[in-house]
């Protein structure tokens, strides 16, 4: 091996992620970075507007505590986080989570949210966090569950910072329907769509219990207002929401 090389070989394995590369920009990832560049991680685009007290997504006038579509259409949370805007690199992560098999991506920006999301009072009230199920079908499609993944790391991020971990619970809330894409379709026609999607199963875990539901996106809330309706429809008390991702209002 010539000097060449093994200065390559050397560089390869002390310096770069083997085969890591940042999901946003595409850089190859240092052995100093986590799953995203510095760059990117310091850009992401974190929410710190005034939020809404129902579904944590940006708000631009904080005299109203809560955003339009939750006010006209009464959605039935009792409050909610949401972590990054959807857009740019925001959206980017999401589908880097959702299509480009990153399941530990999920983890690890659902960590951050848990321990940025133990500042909220209503946390240490929650008694399960339950994530939106996919379809099966969906599901072996991708091999996993992205909001899954995100409530297993808001879990471990509550734990690390020395609060009470809630249960999660995965085999509660069931996608019975496979309902198809949403995109393009209006608020009313999404939630046609939905009706009657989800069933609920072991239905004693959830008699009073605070539940916080974890998804992916927050956009009209239709995916979320109908899982939380079936929720509390089958006994649970209240439900918190929890989202990587919101569109603002
Ligand atoms: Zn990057
Ligand atoms: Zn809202």
Request: glycine share 12%; with cysteine; aromatic share 12%.
């Given at each position: 091996m010539n000097l060449k090389q093994t200065l390559l070989t050397f560089l390869e394995n002390?310096?770069?992620?083997?085969?890591?590369?940042?999901?946003?920009?595409?850089k190859v990832l240092f052995v100093?970075?986590?799953?995203?560049c510095h760059q990117c991680e310091d850009d992401l685009p974190i929410i710190n507007n005034p939020t809404c007290i129902r579904c944590g997504r940006p708000i631009?006038?904080?005299?109203?505590?809560?955003?339009i579509p939750c006010a006209k259409l009464?959605?039935?949370?009792s409050g909610g986080y949401a972590y990054l805007n959807y857009k740019d690199s925001g959206k980017k992560l999401v589908h880097a989570i959702k299509f480009n098999d990153r399941p530990h991506l999920g983890i690890w920006v659902g960590t951050q949210m848990g321990v940025d999301m133990a500042r909220f009072p209503w946390v240490n009230g929650v008694d399960l966090i339950i994530p939106v199920p996919l379809h099966s079908n969906r599901q072996s499609e991708r091999g996993y569950n992205q909001s899954e993944k995100i409530a297993q790391g808001i879990r471990e991020g509550l734990s690390q910072n020395n609060h009470r971990a809630p249960e999660l619970a995965t085999d509660i809330l069931i996608r019975s329907r496979d309902t198809p894409?949403?995109?393009?379709?209006?608020r009313e026609e999404r939630l046609c769509n939905l009706t009657g999607a989800f069933n609920v199963e072991h239905i004693e875990t959830i008699q009073n219990k605070t539940i916080l539901l974890v998804d992916d996106v927050l956009t009209t809330g239709a995916t979320l207002a109908e899982t939380s309706l079936t929720l509390l429809e089958a006994g649970a008390a209240q439900v918190f929401i929890a989202t990587l991702c919101a569109v603002a209002e």
């Open positions: 002390n310096l770069f992620l083997k085969n890591g590369t940042c999901p946003i920009c595409g100093t970075d986590r799953f995203l631009f006038d904080a005299d109203r505590h809560v955003c009464n959605l039935p949370f894409h949403q995109i393009g379709q209006g």
